[in-house]
């Protein structure tokens, strides 16, 4: 069965996910999202993360660095890496992934394969992520797997656990012989990046209520001019500019899902008054709430 994600997982104050991707006999799950004018939040988890594009086009947040994933293209995240997905307006994103727990591969932590490899991997600071294209010849052999890994997991195959199992092995194998020295590397950014976790923690928890500049640099513990700072070179936008999106994707999520009235929806998601947030809503999304509503 092919699982879509709702791209909504709820997350912890620290914004761990804290769902359970898998179960615990078997630590590995596929989701099959769909991008078109919408978006996965800032987030992050404790399992290594291997997805692809499979139609489409799809922006990529990873830390302080943005870029774009082509059709055909891929990416691993390693845990506990802040990041998020962007859709385009005009064009649907394919974006079929995995997430599997590391034990899946190591099985306990007195094995060769943790001490050896998952150990330096998902310990490294400087491995946030890996963009797999099909032009590198090694590259190409992690898509091909995870491709095998995720027609595996829909299909389940009697004795697809092994299969899932070896790919995956494969993967990591593939990753620590092409990216040992960049494992070893420094990142000089893991200051920046704790602090904007403990910031968007900040207004993910509170964006019911009104927020001020203050309060969010008080969550990561800096001034004001640093917290602004930090927003800017890290997620390249403002501490408000992301209280407003995140609010109004919180209104979309109200206006989807629920029966709830405008007012009530306006109030749950921290805006002033009715008239504000019909007029930030239509700045945003270019049209009214109540059309918006009627449109899904």
């Given at each position: 069965m092919?699982?879509?994600?709702?791209l909504?997982f709820?997350?912890d104050?620290?914004?761990?996910?804290?769902?359970?991707?898998?179960?615990?006999?078997?630590?590995c799950?596929?989701?099959?999202?769909?991008?078109h004018?919408?978006s996965?939040?800032?987030h992050?988890h404790?399992?290594?993360?291997?997805?692809?594009?499979?139609?489409?086009n799809?922006?990529v947040?990873?830390n302080?660095?943005q870029?774009?994933?082509?059709?055909?293209?891929?990416?691993?995240v390693?845990t506990?890496?802040l990041?998020?997905y962007l859709?385009y307006?005009d064009?649907?994103?394919l974006?079929p992934?995995?997430?599997?727990?590391a034990s899946?591969?190591y099985?306990t932590?007195?094995?060769?394969?943790?001490?050896k490899?998952l150990?330096?991997?998902?310990?490294?600071v400087?491995?946030?992520?890996i963009?797999?294209?099909?032009?590198?010849?090694?590259?190409?052999?992690?898509?091909h797997?995870?491709e095998?890994i995720?027609?595996?997991?829909?299909?389940?195959?009697?004795g697809?656990?092994?299969?899932v199992?070896?790919?995956?092995?494969?993967?990591?194998?593939?990753?620590?012989?092409n990216?040992?020295?960049q494992m070893?590397?420094?990142n000089?950014n893991?200051?920046?990046?704790?602090?904007?976790?403990k910031?968007?923690s900040?207004?993910?928890?509170?964006?019911?209520?009104?927020?001020?500049?203050?309060?969010?640099?008080d969550?990561?513990?800096?001034?004001?001019r640093e917290c602004l700072?930090?927003?800017?070179?890290?997620?390249?936008t403002s501490?408000k500019?992301?209280?407003?999106?995140?609010r109004i994707?919180?209104?979309?999520?109200l206006?989807?899902e629920?029966?709830?009235?405008?007012?009530?929806?306006?109030?749950?998601?921290?805006?002033?008054?009715?008239s504000?947030?019909t007029?930030?809503f239509?700045?945003?999304t270019g049209?009214t709430?109540?059309?918006?509503?009627k449109?899904?």
């Amino acid at each position: 069965m092919l699982m879509e994600s709702n791209l909504n997982f709820p997350v912890d104050t620290n914004r761990r996910e804290i769902t359970k991707h898998g179960s615990d006999k078997f630590p590995c799950i596929h989701y099959l999202d769909r991008y078109h004018n919408n978006s996965y939040p800032w987030h992050w988890h404790d399992e290594l993360e291997l997805g692809y594009v499979k139609q489409g086009n799809i922006i990529v947040c990873i830390n302080d660095i943005q870029f774009v994933l082509h059709e055909g293209e891929g990416i691993f995240v390693n845990t506990r890496v802040l990041h998020a997905y962007l859709g385009y307006e005009d064009t649907e994103c394919l974006f079929p992934n995995v997430l599997f727990r590391a034990s899946l591969v190591y099985g306990t932590k007195e094995s060769i394969f943790w001490e050896k490899y998952l150990s330096p991997l998902m310990e490294s600071v400087s491995l946030s992520y890996i963009i797999l294209k099909s032009e590198n010849s090694w590259q190409k052999k992690v898509l091909h797997a995870v491709e095998t890994i995720f027609e595996s997991l829909i299909k389940k195959n009697y004795g697809y656990e092994f299969m899932v199992r070896a790919n995956l092995s494969e993967v990591i194998a593939l990753i620590f012989q092409n990216c040992s020295e960049q494992m070893a590397q420094k990142n000089q950014n893991k200051t920046e990046i704790n602090r904007i976790r403990k910031m968007l923690s900040y207004i993910q928890e509170n964006y019911m209520k009104p927020i001020q500049i203050q309060d969010i640099a008080d969550a990561a513990s800096i001034s004001k001019r640093e917290c602004l700072r930090c927003f800017q070179r890290v997620i390249k936008t403002s501490p408000k500019q992301y209280i407003i999106d995140f609010r109004i994707r919180k209104a979309k999520e109200l206006l989807s899902e629920t029966n709830m009235q405008l007012l009530e929806i306006c109030e749950a998601c921290g805006f002033q008054d009715q008239s504000y947030f019909t007029k930030i809503f239509r700045k945003v999304t270019g049209v009214t709430p109540r059309k918006w509503r009627k449109s899904k």
